[in-house]
Every structure is written in C-alpha cells, then in structure tokens.
C-alpha cells in the first residue's frame, strides 16, 4: 500500500508539472512553427536542474514551517521561500549562456515547473504517505478522493504559478529587464501567498476550500497572461507577426 501511496503522490506532484510544459511549448516547437523557438534539451536539462532545488527548497521549507505557526508567520515563511526561489531562477536564467536571448523566457518556465514538481511530490508524500502509516486509521474511499482532489488542485495551482514567474524572470533575462521582471514575479508569489495561507494554516474545511479556489483562479490568470502575453514575445520577430496575422484571422472568422 506504501508504494501505491508513492507512486500516487510522484503523479499528483510530477504529472501536472509535465502537462502545463507540454502545453506552454507545444505551439513553439516542431511541427507548429518552421524552426523550434527553444533546445529542447537545455530546457528538460532545465527542468532537471528545477527539480534539484525544488528538493533543496522542500526540505528547508519543511523545516522552517511548523503546523503550529500563526498564519503572520506563515504567510511571512511563504514569501521567504519564494524570494528564495524566484532569486534561484534569476540566477540560472542570467548565466552567460541564457543572458540576452529569446528562448530564455521557455528555460525559466522549464526551471519553475522542474521546482513545483518536486516539491509538491514532497507535500503530497507528506500529506498521503505519513496519514496512512500502519498505526493510522482507515480513510473511507470518499474522503481519499476527496484529499487527492485537494491536493491535485494545489499541485496544478503552484504548476500555473511557477510556469508564471519563471517565464517572467527569463523573460526578464531575456529582454535585459531583469529586475522589472523579478519584482512583477514577487509580486504574483506574494498575492498568491496571501490567497493560499488559509488552506495551508486554517483547520476550518469550508474557509480552506475558499482560500484554494481564489489561490486556483489567481494562479490560473497569472498563466493564461504568460501564454498569451509573455511566451509569444519570445518569438522571432518573423515569428510574432506571422502569429499576429493568424490571431486576427481567427477573430475575424469567429465574427463572421
């Protein structure tokens, strides 16, 4: 049962990580576009490198945040770690080789999401693996599917979050505005601290469930930006304006 417990968590914490990379950069890639817009392989050597720290920030996070902290000090804990986190993706996205160039919008995305991925394999782990030990009682079906609901909600939540914030901290890298960039980052990991720190600090199921749905959309607006806003300007100039051409046909066609 503690290896289905495992398994279960690494596909509630890596599987949306993988999803929302597949659909950021599917459109930028072979066949959708004449020339890839990004290495594929720097930007799952990326991906790699996120999950590295992702685990490195887990643990201090673990160890910094007890189930005991009054929600000030935890919604300060949270902006701690993100500052930690967002100033790691700065200085990866602006090593020599990624400074100054397009495609280091999609290697900050990459790098964000190789993080959440990891991380939230150790919140699930926690949350699934330590509540199912042997001396622990029974959890009915329902109430399971419920968890992993929950869960999965806020695995997909921190996806959308961090695939945000590292295409605007290689955006940043890329453009040469780098602390323009860093600062809307923190500012999107701050709100959404703000929004998340019921769910993780109150007991009150109804108060927590409203805290991650508000989280959940903010998150989700934060993306649907980045997609439409932030990855297209990572395109060749050729690129964007063959793109713009397609957008203005396909609301044409939707009027008429």
Not at 217 to 224: A, D, G, K, P, R
Request: one cysteine or more; a positive charge; charged letters at 15%.
């Amino acid at each position: 049962m503690a290896s289905t417990d495992f398994l279960i968590a690494g596909a509630l914490g890596i599987g949306p990580g993988l999803v929302f990379l597949f659909h950021a950069l599917r459109k930028y890639d072979l066949p959708h576009v004449e020339v890839p817009a990004f290495d594929s392989s720097r930007v799952f050597m990326l991906f790699a490198v996120g999950m590295i720290f992702g685990g490195v920030s887990s643990f201090l996070s673990f160890a910094m945040i007890a189930p005991s902290l009054q929600l000030l000090m935890l919604l300060l804990m949270l902006i701690v770690i993100a500052l930690f986190e967002e100033l790691f993706k700065m200085v990866v996205t602006n090593l020599k080789r990624f400074q100054l160039k397009k495609e280091t919008t999609f290697y900050g995305l990459s790098l964000g999401l190789g993080m959440t991925a990891v991380s939230m394999v150790f919140v699930a782990g926690y949350i699934i693996v330590v509540p199912s030990g042997a001396e622990a009682a029974p959890i009915d079906t329902l109430t399971l599917v419920g968890i992993y609901t929950l869960i999965g909600t806020y695995s997909v939540s921190m996806c959308a979050l961090q695939a945000s914030t590292g295409s605007f901290i290689g955006h940043g890298a890329a453009t040469g505005y780098v602390w323009n960039y860093f600062f809307q980052a923190m500012i999107s990991r701050a709100v959404f601290a703000v929004l998340i720190v019921p769910f993780l600090g109150i007991g009150n199921f109804w108060v927590g469930l409203f805290s991650l749905i508000a989280a959940a959309v903010f998150s989700f607006f934060l993306y649907i930006h980045t997609y439409y806003r932030i990855l297209p300007e990572a395109l060749p100039e050729k690129a964007k304006k063959r793109r713009r051409r397609e957008i203005r046909k396909m609301r044409i066609s939707s009027k008429d």
